[in-house]
């Protein structure tokens, strides 16, 4: 009941832009930045002195973010750069060129932050390839991003000291309320149900899946993968979830920026290290301590007791977006 009960009245975040140093010469990636969470977090990094990567479809609202976040950091003397990168989680074989585009101008990636993320779509609604769109946005495209990716972020590591280097996801409150037992039941994934909330909670327990499978396979290099749910925010993810269900919520929801202290939080904060690989971060910015049995279980393998749900669903996503690396 704690736990419940503070997601939806967190604590004061303890880390935010008045005890962050400075980040000059740091090289960050932030999907979705344009708008809601990922707009105040990049508004801070680029507040610190970092140069931030603004990853998205639109470069006509990514310019307009981007003057109107330097505007408000004018006078400011320690402020970064931010430069649009255009990229379409929904159509696998755009992210590729993407990738390229970053690795062209940048020879390493500090922290790499998953944020973008939709919800609600109507029932049917597809990626390019024929994906169920949540699930193909939340989690086939930020896998294959990451995993091309992977050579910036292991250069950064390759100089930092272990933990330092970090690829944050995006989960969210379903998964403590009303992930199924073992989190992904696996046929879902090619046969998805009319439930779009059950499939907006497939994609956010997937991410955590994901991230902790990745944490796996990067410790080795002193990368630090890890989840995190950003918070119930005022932003534009409920715009398709309907009048009804925005009406009731409402009351719950916080300022964007909240969730930006959470994902500052996941990805620079220095309580955080190896040992909290594919660990769950919860607003604004602390430890989960009391994930459900059965969502630990999934992250274990067969071998090791558990369920093997979350090593299974990377080999899917694997499989899936082999043809686009």
């Not at 973008?116 to 989690?139: R, W």
């Not at 992904?184 to 909670?201: A, G, K």
């Not at 009351?251 to 220095?270: C, I, N, Q, R």
């Not at 604004?284 to 301590?289: F, L, N």
Request: hydrophobic residues 35%; glycine residues 8%; aromatic residues 10%.
């Amino acid at each position: 009941m704690g736990i419940t009960f503070s997601l939806f009245y967190p604590p004061a975040p303890t880390f935010t832009e008045q005890n962050l140093p400075s980040q000059k010469g740091k090289v960050f990636l932030v999907t979705g930045g344009y708008s809601g969470v990922g707009y105040q977090l990049t508004s801070i990094l680029y507040g610190a002195g970092a140069k931030v990567y603004l990853a998205g479809r639109s470069k006509e609202k990514a310019i307009a973010a981007i003057e109107e976040i330097k505007s408000s950091h004018q006078e400011s003397s320690n402020v970064g750069d931010i430069v649009f990168l255009p990229l379409d989680l929904a159509d696998l074989s755009t992210v590729k060129s993407s990738v390229e585009e970053f690795q062209q101008k940048e020879s390493h990636l500090d922290v790499l932050w998953n944020n973008a993320a939709v919800s609600y779509y109507p029932k049917d609604t597809k990626t390019a390839q024929g994906y169920e769109l949540m699930l193909g946005t939340n989690c086939l495209g930020p896998y294959l991003f990451t995993d091309l990716l992977l050579p910036s972020l292991k250069a950064a590591a390759s100089k930092s000291s272990p933990g330092q280097v970090r690829v944050v996801w995006t989960s969210s409150i379903v998964v403590d309320m009303s992930a199924p037992k073992n989190g992904i039941v696996l046929s879902e994934l090619t046969s998805p149900p009319s439930d779009q909330s059950r499939n907006y909670t497939n994609s956010k327990t997937g991410n955590w899946f994901l991230a902790s499978e990745l944490g796996e396979r990067v410790k080795a290099d002193g990368i630090l993968s890890i989840t995190q749910n950003p918070g119930n925010l005022k932003t534009n993810l409920l715009r398709n979830a309907g009048n009804l269900l925005n009406l009731l919520v409402s009351p719950l929801l916080y300022d964007a920026k909240f969730g930006a202290y959470t994902e500052l939080y996941a990805g620079l904060s220095p309580d955080l290290t190896m040992d909290d690989n594919g660990s769950y971060i919860l607003p604004w910015g602390r430890k989960h301590s009391k994930p459900r049995r059965d969502l630990l279980d999934a992250l274990k393998s067969e071998n090791d007791g558990g369920s093997g749900i979350a090593a299974k669903l990377w080999e899917w996503c694997e499989k899936e977006t082999e043809q686009f690396k």
